[in-house]
């Protein structure tokens, strides 16, 4: 018969490895981990009550093990987490996702780029102020544009505001740098087109009404001509038979008294001819 020594030795190599053990603890570290309290002692938290607290799941917690928190296994082969541990895993989760996002340099020439682009500057300009890239400046300016920024040139610009400001004082020195600052003058530009249409209106209805009294004034002008035409041929059939005009000066008619010229050579009926 074996010993009680051999029997013991031989019980020891079949024991199985703990189940659940953390990373980085052997299998035979519970032998020489002291025990700690009982599962489910106050001020003790299982596994799956650490997974609970924390938000997340177990095989999240097992990653932990060995790291941030380092449990007991108690009497029972319950693995125990101690709550100041977990209290400070909890609060670095939390003050991680609370905390300000870091700047960067990228962040902050962006940042730059877009300030000056929603000031109407082009990308020459940005990259000279900036002194950056060109193409960091182009693939900026087209995120922007792609975001509803509107670039146009300087040059463009001026023209677009020299040729509205002719006609509208208010938009000699408007501000073009977004699609809704262009919808804006276009707005301005279509309400004067209506006011000049208006207008147009207006002074159309007055040009008909002048014409037609134009035409009502020939019309009398004609009648008129005729007129005169008529009274003009009969002062010239009366001079023509040799009538004298009594309105002419220096012409005056015989005295009513005095017989005409011919009425002393008159002879009456019977009378004897004198030779």
């Known amino acids: 018969m074996k010993g009680n020594g051999e029997r013991k030795r031989a019980a020891t190599k079949r024991q199985p490895a703990a189940a659940?053990?953390?990373?980085?603890?052997?299998?035979?570290?519970?032998?020489s981990i002291p025990a700690g309290p009982a599962a489910g002692a106050p001020g003790q938290l299982t596994r799956s009550q650490v997974a609970e607290r924390l938000?997340?799941?177990i095989a999240s917690v097992r990653r932990l093990e060995g790291k941030k928190l380092h449990p007991r296994r108690g009497p029972r082969?319950?693995?125990?987490?101690?709550?100041?541990?977990?209290?400070?895993?909890?609060?670095?989760?939390?003050?991680?996702?609370?905390a300000k996002p870091r700047r960067s340099a990228d962040g902050d020439v962006a940042a730059e780029a877009f300030a000056r682009f929603n000031r109407g500057l082009g990308p020459r300009e940005v990259v000279v102020e900036l002194r950056q890239p060109p193409h960091v400046?182009?693939?900026?300016?087209?995120v922007w544009c792609e975001h509803g920024g509107l670039w146009l040139p300087s040059a463009t610009v001026s023209s677009i505001r020299k040729a509205v400001g002719a006609r509208y004082d208010d938009?000699?020195?408007c501000r073009i740098t977004t699609p809704q600052d262009l919808l804006d003058v276009i707005h301005v530009v279509l309400a004067g087109v209506d006011a000049d249409r208006e207008h147009f209106r207006r002074c159309r209805d007055e040009v008909r009404a002048l014409r037609r009294q134009e035409q009502v004034l020939r019309e009398k002008l004609r009648a008129r001509r005729a007129r005169i035409a008529e009274l003009a041929a009969r002062v010239e059939v009366r001079e023509a038979r040799g009538a004298p005009d009594r309105n002419q000066p220096g012409v005056s008619s015989p005295p009513a008294s005095q017989p005409p010229p011919d009425a002393c050579l008159t002879v009456p009926r019977g009378a004897p001819r004198s030779e």
């Open 20 to 31: 659940g053990a953390p990373a980085g603890i052997p299998a035979s570290a519970p032998a």
């Open 55 to 57: 938000g997340t799941s």
């Open 77 to 98: 082969g319950v693995w125990l987490f101690d709550p100041a541990e977990l209290a400070a895993v909890a609060e670095e989760q939390t003050s991680s996702l609370t």
């Open 137 to 142: 400046i182009i693939g900026l300016h087209r």
């Open 171 to 173: 938009l000699r020195t």
